[in-house]
């Protein structure tokens, strides 16, 4: 007779020869003698033997709620969920949330405590700190929401459950400022937890938060085995999914094997593989919902490397023959994939670049949810933190199995016979309660609202409408990810998708070359000739650099002093390559900068195209790009274009672009210090060679001024009062303008290009381009519209220029979202704009020639009307010895040109909030048209080692209020 436990296993139903057995047990309270009910759940033997320690074990099994319990009504109690005081019936919603608060003086450890007002307690503790973390409600995955602060090196904080395997959390320097972090973190057990916390770099701790939310419902499965174990509440109502995977979704008969059925692999029957326990689920929201079951995924796990996938065979050749040819548009992808990827030969680059033409391919509706998991086996670390990684980049859904990695209760041990499983292949799948945790797990993730799929992700900025970028001629979020349509044959040595318009006018992006537009035309401009300089080199092969294409500028800036390395960022480097390789030893270089087109020389490694779309009125597509000092370094970056004709002139056309990085590089956690873009820049041919801007009032047809080219390359900047460059054909005065909401522009020429090779070659060229100067976060997003067009003359083209939206002339930047708004620091930083709510938080930066003392601030370069505007406005917190400061400006005009200064004073340095009135109308010089801005400390600068600058708006002319 087995031993009274205290879940008490009363009765076994052991069956001689047979490696299950089903064990009863009482539900009791902790130290009562009251029975509540009677459960059942299956032992398997081989895991939990017959002796006191495997009855122990399974026993503590039941009590934490890692197996299926039954109730003697039939109900299961789902994996997960500790049993309630309180029988379950199948209608039963059994609560699995949590949410407590464990603050750091009361944790284990021996830091020092301090005072801190507006902490938790009023106080914080440093060093490592172990909280008691008590009544988790069930095992597996819980949010920790870590409030700190810091000094200005950022550190990480080390967090482990229960000693179990460390999460490591990288944390911002916050200057003293209580900041959060949240990640989620495995390892919880039912019942109290032990969460150690450990400093990589120095932060003290307000509290921890540790949450979870969620319910989950008993259904009745009608036959004493559950094929829905955990339907979760709030599902929402799917038609159509399209479940790809690998044998965990379905494998058919195996010749000359114990593996007789069509099914997922080791599930008992094809109702209890968690495709089908899924689409189960899934019916109770929508009874209509039907799930397509493929396990094409296994061939792509061996074959996404070198494209080799045959997604059209596998994809579109499989639906069009189940579907006769009329496949649905399906709203749920279930992507199930991880077990069969060969981590020695794992490339991200091209397994992202995979799974981007996987998703495209697949029909879909307008929204669409997408869901991704990690690896149920060992040896797939780096893949599964690259799914991982990858849905965060797309806003896709994941589910984290890393606490069930090799579970030894859910090993298929046996057939659905009883009889043992010889093929380790079969017994390292999982048996029906693995399978219904799978589909528990998915269950989860499709609750509350549908995720309609958005290009990019990330939490980086979108910068407001009067910021100077994005929303020029319709919200960001207007502008989506459109379907996979054919694309040019790759074959063509120019592989080029055109748009044409009434007039015969054609722009055509190059899909071999990043999608770069290589050709725009117009049937009476010089012929109808390519405008863009878009050369081949000998070989035959596209330069990457030279067409109309977004480059994008970062930390490190390439900057190098020998004399000073540690005031100078350096070079970018990544996997034993550097931007310096391409310049002389001890010179700077052109650092961090991902190229749309590919990388520099006469054999450049190509930009991937991971989608096109053209439907004969907009090209969309989305690149990745290569660090261009490197030989064959993708950038961790993805472009998207979106390319149409201009409504307002048959002679224009529009090109909204958004930018979203996913970096990982160690300069991923430093500031990222503002650089000018190439956003867009455009190599054109020499007959548009003479270049001018707007620095007189705007949109009144003030004359144009020359910006010289006096030398070959680019040249300083200018600071426009109208958002373009006019490069105009001195022979007949046809005039070509690019046109994006900034004031600071570029232009050049180039007549060789020699640079990367013995023997120069005739290239010439001339070039303009937009190059806003902006901050870009590791994680951030960013869109920008932009437009070119063609004209007869000057007259027309400025014509065009006026049909478009305007500057007002008193620009407002209200940081009441998670952006900047194009904002600009010198020697400074703030919380990272992910963490921005109401405020930003401005500290200096230390590692420089100042020591941060001359930090300044200042909003996009954009047109202010100085005449009509005398007064700006600041609402903000300023904690500083001094009280003294600078309002800097620069009118339109050369961007190197005079810089005024005006002095004005806070009115309060202790960090009370107010509003600072900065009255410019006893300055002589503010007036006309200033195009950048900014604020600083008056000279001589004092020390800053405690300063911080809160700046809740920025307002031209206009008082926002207190």
């Known amino acids: 007779m087995k031993k009274l436990l205290s879940l008490l296993a009363l009765l076994s139903l052991a069956l001689a020869g047979f490696a299950q057995e089903t064990e009863y047990f009482i539900i009791r309270k902790k130290n009562s003698t009251i029975d509540l009910y009677k459960v059942s759940a299956t032992r398997d033997v081989s895991t939990y033997p017959s002796n006191d320690q495997g009855y122990e074990s399974f026993r503590q099994a039941v009590s934490n709620g890692l197996v299926v319990r039954y109730t003697e009504d039939g109900c299961p109690i789902p994996i997960g969920v500790r049993a309630p005081l309180t029988k379950p019936t199948c209608a039963t919603v059994i609560s699995v949330a949590y949410n407590q608060t464990f603050q750091a003086e009361a944790a284990a450890g021996s830091g020092a405590v301090y005072d801190k007002p507006g902490a938790e307690g009023g106080q914080i503790k440093d060093g490592e700190?172990?909280?008691?973390?008590?009544?988790?409600?069930?095992?597996?995955?819980?949010?920790i929401t870590l409030t700190y602060q810091s000094n200005s090196s950022p550190p990480t904080a080390v967090v482990s459950v229960n000693n179990g395997s460390p999460t490591s959390i990288p944390l911002n320097a916050t200057g003293g400022v209580l900041s959060t972090v949240s990640a989620t973190v495995p390892g919880f057990t039912a019942g109290t937890n032990s969460v150690k916390i450990t400093p990589n770099g120095y932060f003290a701790s307000d509290k921890i938060v540790v949450s979870r939310a969620g319910s989950t419902t008993v259904t009745n499965p009608g036959s004493g085995t559950s094929t829905n174990p955990g339907s979760t509440t709030g599902l929402l109502a799917f038609q159509h999914g399209y479940f790809w995977g690998n044998s965990f979704n379905r494998v058919g008969v195996i010749p000359n094997s114990q593996w007789t059925a069509e099914r997922g692999m080791a599930a008992s029957d094809l109702a209890h593989d968690y495709c089908h326990v899924l689409e189960t689920a899934l019916k109770t929201a929508n009874p209509n919902f039907s799930a397509y079951v493929t396990a094409g995924g296994s061939v792509f796990e061996g074959s996404y490397l070198g494209n080799q996938y045959p997604y059209s065979n596998y994809i579109t050749g499989n639906l069009n023959y189940?579907?006769?040819?009329?496949?649905?548009?399906f709203d749920l992808l279930v992507l199930s994939i991880g077990e069969n990827i060969n981590e020695a030969t794992f490339n991200k680059t091209e397994f992202f670049a995979?799974?981007?033409?996987?998703?495209?391919?697949?029909?879909?509706?307008?929204?669409?949810?997408?869901?991704?998991?990690?690896?149920?086996w060992g040896g797939h670390t780096t893949s599964s933190a690259a799914l991982q990684e990858y849905a965060s980049l797309h806003n896709y859904k994941f589910v984290n199995f890393s606490d069930r990695i090799d579970y030894p209760a859910y090993q298929a041990t046996t057939d659905p016979l009883g009889v043992p499983y010889s093929d380790a292949g079969i017994r390292s799948h999982w048996n029906d309660a693995g399978h219904a945790e799978i589909a528990a797990r998915i269950a989860a993730q499709l609750t509350g609202t549908t995720s309609t799929t958005q290009p990019g992700g990330g939490t980086g900025g979108q910068i407001a409408t009067n910021g100077g970028y994005g929303n020029i001629w319709g919200a960001n979020t207007n502008y989506v990810e459109l379907s996979e349509t054919t694309r040019p044959n790759p074959a063509d040595q120019f592989p080029r998708s055109f748009l044409t318009n009434?007039?015969?006018?054609?722009?055509?992006v190059n899909t071999q070359v990043g999608s770069v537009v290589d050709l725009l035309s117009f049937p009476d401009a010089s012929s109808g000739k390519n405008l863009v300089n878009s050369p081949v080199w000998g070989n035959g092969k596209t330069d990457a650099g030279r067409q109309l294409m977004w480059s994008w500028y970062a930390n490190p800036s390439g900057a190098y002093d020998p004399a000073h390395p540690d005031q100078t960022e350096g070079h970018y480097e990544e996997n034993g390559q550097s931007t310096a390789q391409m310049h002389p030893p001890g010179s700077g270089s052109i650092g961090y900068n991902p190229v749309m087109g590919g990388d520099a020389g006469q054999n450049p490694t190509y930009g991937i195209t991971h989608k096109h779309h053209n439907d004969g009125s907009t090209i969309y597509i989305k690149s990745q790009g290569l660090q261009w000092d490197m030989v064959g370094i993708f950038a961790k970056a993805y472009t998207e274009n979106w390319i149409s004709k201009d409504p307002t002139s048959n002679r224009a056309f529009r090109i909204h672009a958004r930018l979203s990085l996913f970096r990982d590089d160690p300069w991923a956690s430093k500031f990222p210090t503002p650089r000018q873009q190439e956003a867009p820049c455009l190599y054109q041919v020499v007959d548009y060679r003479d270049i001018y801007y707007c620095a007189g009032t705007p949109y009144t047809n003030a004359p144009l001024t020359n910006y010289?080219?006096?030398?070959?390359?680019?040249q300083q900047p200018v600071l426009t009062s109208e958002p373009f460059l006019l490069a105009k054909n001195p022979m007949n005065g046809r005039c070509l303008v690019l046109m994006m909401y900034t004031s600071r522009w570029t232009a050049g020429k180039f007549n060789n290009e020699g640079f990367t090779t013995s023997t120069s070659v005739q290239f010439p060229s001339y070039y303009i381009s937009a190059t806003p100067q902006l901050s870009l976060d590791p994680n951030g997003v960013y869109d920008f519209d932009s437009a070119v067009g063609e004209f007869a003359n000057e007259s027309d083209a400025r014509a065009w220029v006026n049909a478009q939206p305007h500057w007002d002339g008193h620009p407002q930047f209200v940081f009441n979202t998670p952006s900047r708004r194009g904002f600009l620091y010198h020697n400074c930083q703030d919380q990272r704009e992910s963490n921005i709510t109401n405020k930003l938080v401005i500290t200096p930066m230390f590692n420089n020639e100042n020591n941060g003392k001359d930090m300044n601030i200042g909003p996009p370069e954009v047109w202010v009307d100085a005449t009509n505007n005398k007064h700006i406005y600041i609402k903000g917190a300023f904690t500083s010895t001094t009280n003294t400061m600078w309002l800097r400006y620069r009118k339109a005009g050369p961007g190197t040109g005079q810089e005024f200064y005006k002095e004005f004073t806070l009115p309060n340095i202790t960090g009370q909030v107010g509003v600072v009135d900065i009255d410019m109308s006893g300055d002589p010089n503010w007036s006309g048209n200033v195009a950048s801005v900014a604020i600083s400390h008056r000279s001589p600068y004092p020390d800053v080692t405690n300063e911080k600058w809160e700046i809740y708006y920025w307002s031209f002319g206009t008082h926002l209020g207190n």
């Open 502 to 508: 009434s007039i015969g006018a054609q722009i055509a």
């Open 322 to 329: 189940n579907f006769n040819n009329s496949p649905p548009q």
């Open 708 to 714: 010289p080219i006096n030398s070959e390359g680019i």
């Open 354 to 376: 995979g799974l981007d033409q996987v998703i495209s391919t697949v029909p879909k509706s307008t929204t669409y949810t997408v869901v991704l998991r990690s690896s149920f």
């Open 129 to 143: 700190l172990t909280y008691s973390v008590s009544s988790i409600p069930a095992p597996g995955s819980y949010t």
